[in-house]
């Protein structure tokens, strides 16, 4: 329909009627931008009303313009939303980042390649945090008897293929449903703990795990421990450190894309429910013993395949490698990563991976370090500093001793973890210059899951 009085067909083309309408829109657009600033307390309303705009004009489409009477649009928005769900990604973008990173991994070999050895225990790493991670992070129950897990799925593997000459990828499969049935038999006795004393009765199982690896000689080889030789899969060798490499790399991605899936399942949600409130998510209709043994059984499936590429990893499998040292460690890397995400699983492996090889260095070093401080004071001073120093360095509980205070300080000062604080960076750069400091502020909450986001 022609506006009366315009002389031009651009006119009638153009997206306003005049520039008054213009400036009146432009002026409109300024004030939105600068709303948040003036009803901080009504922002939460008023993007409900910019939804609810979009929702209107999908319906003015139908049936202002075309004549068109739905009463089931709300069906379309609940597909919408439930698609967008489903997506592993949340966008393009997102998937375009971890795409690039796959990429990068990819080359790392060609880049670093003496630091491959390393970084191959990162992996094993994270699917050990991804194995606490589901147990501790997503089902709310801390279990100090990981390493045992570890150790079975180690040794099974080991057992497995040298003894019963099965093929790699059966011993892995194997290893897996043996740990997975150790998981299930120490799930069902502890369904009716929580806290401290499944904590409490984890470490039992641990202890009664390792001195299990100490007596049976004809599994596990008693004190003189076992040799494992080189993986090969299918007649195609993978000694070398680039091929493991990218082997363990491969069950790590695969680790991460089967439990980002199955956390968005049913299984996934009723375990964040028992990790809220058993109480609720009982009145709901979930089985807590049921899904409680599932998830010690998928924890200790996942440990057991970290195993068998730890076996290989170390060439040497003897019982105190298993030690209850190594609980805390993986319980370490749930912590300081960031309890209930997967990415924090991956950022602890690499800290914990990394943090012994940066105690050993600081033993080289810092007694130097401390001596050339003190050198100001006279010679006498720089040597008893040295010696003192390095006294206290090359303690045997030094490195337990630095795992527990890391710990105490994550929960302390940074609760949600190394992940918590990189997405408090990324909210301050996106939100730039209207971030509150008082964001993250800790308040209470009914709900665990409102402290974790």
Same mark, same amino acid.
């Given at each position: 329909?022609?506006?009366?009085?315009?002389?031009?067909?651009?006119? #009638?083309? @153009?997206?306003?009627?005049?520039?008054?309408?213009?400036?009146?829109?432009?002026?409109?657009?300024?004030?939105?931008?600068?709303?948040?600033?003036?009803?901080?307390?009504?922002?939460?309303?008023?993007?409900?009303?910019?939804?609810?705009?979009?929702?209107?004009?999908?319906?003015?489409?139908?049936?202002?313009?075309?004549?068109?009477?739905?009463?089931?649009?709300?069906?379309?928005?609940?597909?919408?939303?439930?698609?967008?769900?489903?997506?592993?990604?949340?966008?393009?973008?997102?998937?375009?980042?971890?795409?690039?990173?796959?990429?990068?991994?990819?080359?790392?070999?060609?880049?670093?390649?003496?630091?491959?050895? #390393?970084?191959?225990?990162?992996?094993?790493?994270?699917?050990?945090?991804?194995?606490? +991670?589901?147990?501790?992070?997503?089902?709310?129950?801390?279990?100090?008897?990981? !390493?045992?897990?570890?150790?079975?799925?180690?040794?099974?593997?080991?057992?497995?293929?040298?003894?019963?000459?099965?093929?790699?990828?059966?011993?892995?499969?194997?290893?897996?449903?043996?740990? !997975?049935?150790?998981?299930?038999?120490? @799930?069902?006795?502890?369904?009716?703990?929580?806290?401290?004393?499944?904590?409490?009765?984890?470490?039992?199982?641990?202890?009664?795990?390792?001195?299990?690896?100490?007596?049976? %000689?004809?599994?596990?080889?008693?004190?003189? $421990?076992?040799?494992?030789?080189?993986?090969?899969?299918?007649?195609?060798?993978?000694?070398?450190?680039?091929?493991?490499?990218?082997?363990?790399?491969?069950?790590?991605? $695969?680790?991460?894309?089967?439990?980002?899936?199955?956390?968005?399942?049913?299984?996934?949600?009723?375990?964040?429910?028992?990790? %809220?409130?058993?109480?609720?998510?009982?009145?709901? $209709?979930?089985?807590?013993?049921?899904?409680?043994?599932?998830?010690?059984?998928?924890?200790?499936?996942?440990?057991?395949?970290?195993?068998?590429?730890?076996?290989?990893?170390? *060439?040497?499998?003897?019982?105190?490698?298993?030690?209850?040292?190594?609980?805390?460690?993986?319980?370490?890397?749930?912590?300081?990563?960031?309890?209930?995400?997967?990415?924090?699983?991956?950022?602890?492996?690499?800290?914990?991976?990394?943090?012994?090889?940066?105690?050993?260095?600081?033993? %080289?070093?810092?007694?130097?370090?401390?001596?050339?401080?003190?050198?100001?004071? $006279?010679?006498?001073?720089?040597?008893?500093?040295?010696?003192?120093?390095?006294?206290?360095?090359?303690?045997? @509980?030094?490195?337990?001793?630095?795992?527990?205070?890391?710990?105490?300080?994550?929960?302390?000062?940074?609760?949600?973890?190394?992940? *918590?604080?990189?997405?408090?960076?990324?909210?301050?750069?996106?939100?730039?210059?209207?971030?509150?400091?008082?964001?993250?502020?800790?308040?209470?909450?009914? +709900?665990?899951?409102?402290?974790?986001?």
């Amino acid at each position: 329909m022609r506006f009366v009085f315009k002389t031009s067909y651009a006119q #009638d083309l @153009g997206l306003f009627r005049d520039s008054v309408q213009r400036n009146w829109y432009v002026a409109l657009l300024a004030g939105l931008l600068v709303l948040p600033n003036l009803v901080p307390e009504y922002l939460v309303d008023i993007s409900l009303v910019f939804i609810y705009g979009l929702c209107g004009l999908s319906v003015m489409v139908l049936a202002g313009y075309t004549g068109l009477i739905s009463l089931g649009h709300a069906a379309f928005l609940g597909i919408g939303a439930y698609a967008h769900v489903l997506g592993l990604f949340r966008d393009s973008v997102q998937r375009n980042w971890y795409v690039a990173l796959l990429a990068g991994l990819l080359v790392l070999p060609n880049l670093v390649p003496e630091y491959l050895v #390393d970084i191959s225990l990162v992996f094993i790493y994270g699917l050990c945090g991804l194995s606490v +991670m589901v147990l501790a992070g997503y089902t709310g129950l801390i279990s100090l008897g990981h !390493a045992a897990f570890l150790g079975i799925g180690a040794y099974a593997h080991v057992y497995f293929i040298h003894d019963l000459g099965l093929p790699w990828v059966v011993s892995v499969a194997l290893a897996a449903a043996t740990a !997975a049935a150790a998981g299930v038999l120490v @799930g069902l006795p502890a369904l009716r703990m929580t806290g401290v004393y499944l904590a409490i009765a984890t470490l039992a199982f641990a202890l009664i795990i390792q001195e299990v690896f100490t007596r049976w %000689d004809h599994v596990t080889g008693g004190l003189k $421990g076992r040799p494992v030789d080189k993986a090969v899969i299918f007649g195609v060798s993978f000694a070398g450190d680039v091929a493991f490499y990218l082997l363990c790399l491969g069950f790590l991605a $695969g680790g991460l894309w089967l439990t980002a899936n199955l956390l968005r399942s049913p299984t996934g949600r009723a375990w964040v429910a028992i990790r %809220d409130s058993e109480i609720a998510a009982q009145s709901m $209709g979930v089985n807590l013993g049921a899904y409680k043994t599932l998830a010690f059984a998928y924890s200790a499936g996942l440990m057991g395949v970290a195993g068998a590429l730890f076996a290989h990893k170390i *060439g040497f499998l003897a019982p105190d490698i298993f030690s209850v040292l190594f609980s805390i460690q993986f319980l370490l890397m749930v912590v300081v990563g960031g309890l209930g995400s997967l990415h924090g699983a991956v950022f602890g492996a690499a800290f914990v991976a990394m943090l012994p090889v940066l105690i050993s260095q600081a033993r %080289d070093s810092v007694p130097a370090w401390v001596g050339a401080m003190a050198a100001v004071f $006279g010679p006498s001073a720089s040597e008893s500093a040295f010696l003192a120093t390095g006294r206290f360095v090359k303690q045997p @509980g030094l490195e337990p001793g630095l795992f527990g205070l890391i710990l105490v300080l994550f929960i302390l000062f940074e609760p949600l973890g190394i992940f *918590g604080r990189w997405m408090k960076i990324k909210l301050y750069f996106s939100m730039f210059p209207l971030y509150k400091r008082a964001t993250f502020r800790r308040q209470k909450a009914y +709900m665990r899951s409102e402290r974790l986001r």
